[in-house]
């Protein structure tokens, strides 16, 4: 209880300092320097943790990707770029 009889409130969650600096240090790759001088929401944004995402493709998605954007049909199947780097791999 408090002195005036409520309930005290819920005190804050510690700052998650190992995760901070791994991410700025460790995956964004910034100087020491520039990790202290930011802030937290600076290094949520330069990690792309700040609003909405956009969903993943889905199967209808890529179908539609596939049907607005056909591959030409004048290639040469010779191509090595159309050729399936491991054959072996559907068998």
Known sequence: MTPTGGTAPE???AFPWDDALALGLGRL????RD???ATPRELMA???LTGARPAALDRAGLRGL???YPDPQDRDPRDP???DPDPQAEA
């Open 11 to 13: 005190p804050p969650s």
């Open 29 to 32: 790759h910034w100087r020491p």
């Open 35 to 37: 990790f202290w001088r």
């Open 81 to 83: 770029d159309l050729q």
């Open 66 to 68: 596939i049907d607005r």
């Open 46 to 48: 330069a990690a792309g």
